[in-house]
């Protein structure tokens, strides 16, 4: 009996740590970011809507935020619009857009058309901000609370299930995310 | 006509068709350019070094490498700077943390596992021979 102990745990240990791995083997091609739980990165940038201004991270202290990194030739972007317009009606959390290495024209071109879900768009044309955030491939969604810290990310088009699954019951209560 | 444009790119230093033709004043740190960007992923293809990528995102990593490097910043500074980003997907070559530590650490476990069921077996084997009275010849026939 006594020398079944020894194979049985050391199986019992091999199962579970498979099972583990299992469980927790992401999706290939999904990288968890290390920004997960740390602090937003910093960003002062031209504003899409007027070039003269400036976007920057300190405006956005205290408050929760969408930050949706985007590009007028990615077409998981035009894939994901419509959700992007619903979560702004939605009204429960702002959108802030980031246009990396887009053309200024072309991608205010495309809001004009597709209709503008972003309460302010910022225009990433060396990529410099993108890859403070991590950003491998547009579009990804980042959700920012108050503290400004990052709570979710997500890669790909932006679906109504992520939405109402992933992102939803992160957010607060009630703060609406205007607050 | 063809012959010679075929000819003019026969002759041609390599630099024309690299992909990346980025050459630093000091030649210590154009090695240490070169060698750091053949360590690094590009995270969009995923199995190709920052080096060997033609997309945009990896040309921009190769210039924050550029840039970090004139900066004077260390090997280990542009690797950190990177997996701060990117995580430590990035690095081909794995680093030891906390997380991976036990993964690092198993070849030696089972050495020393393997080693003590080894010592004990003999131990055990040396201990049957003095009561063993058969001589060993006479085993085999």
Redesign the interface.
Known sequence: MNRFVLPLAIFVLLALVLAIGIRHSPDK?I?????LGKAAPQFSLPNLADPTHTVSSASLKGRWYLFNVWGTWCGGCREEHETLLEVNRAGVVPLIGLDW?DDDTRAREWLAQLGNPYEVVAIDR???TA????V??APETFLVNADGIVVYKHVGALTRETWTREILPRLPAATGGSS | MRRSVLLLLMLAPPALWALDTTVLPDPALQARYVALTHELRCMQCQNESIADSPVELAADLRREVRELLIAGKSDDDVRNWMAARYGDFILFRPRVSWRNAWLWGAPGALLLIGAFVAWRIVRDRTRLLPGDTDPVDEDVA
Do not use: E
């Open positions: 091609g990288i968890t970011s290390p920004l290495k060396s990529g410099r890859i403070d955030w991590g491998y491939g």
